[in-house]
């Protein structure tokens, strides 16, 4: 087991993300997962991330807030709870179109390259 406590989470830049601050939990790290990472986001209200492609998946989980995720034609506002999964290469835009900071956890593989 590899526990690490939420004091311990170092922040972390996302490219193309604007009114983002976002902690890595799990990754990256001797001891940790071998085949994806963790983080949490707090999106500020107006912030988001893309329009952009990424080889890689990822799994989005809304912890508090409403997110907004569009993909290719298709867009969904995600609440409390709410999931959805990314196929690596879709197009992807995230928005907070609301007035309180919503918080998620993102969960994608290891890069070919950890950095």
């Not at 492609?53 to 569009?70: D, F, M, N, Q, W």
């Not at 999964?85 to 007035?99: H, M, S, Y």
Request: net charge negative.
């Amino acid at each position: 087991m590899f526990v690490k406590r939420f004091d311990e989470a170092r922040p972390y830049e996302a490219p193309n993300h604007h009114g983002v601050r976002s902690l890595r939990l799990q990754g990256f790290e001797p001891g940790g997962p071998a085949s994806s990472w963790v983080g949490l986001s707090h999106i500020l209200p107006g912030g988001g991330a893309g329009p952009d492609a990424s080889p890689l998946e990822k799994v989005y989980v809304v912890l508090a807030g409403a997110i907004t995720v569009r993909v290719g034609g298709d867009s969904v506002t995600l609440g409390p709870f709410d999931s959805c999964f990314i196929p690596g290469g879709e197009t992807r835009e995230v928005k907070n179109l609301g007035n309180a900071v919503a918080t998620m956890l993102v969960v994608m593989p290891y890069p070919d390259e950890p950095k």
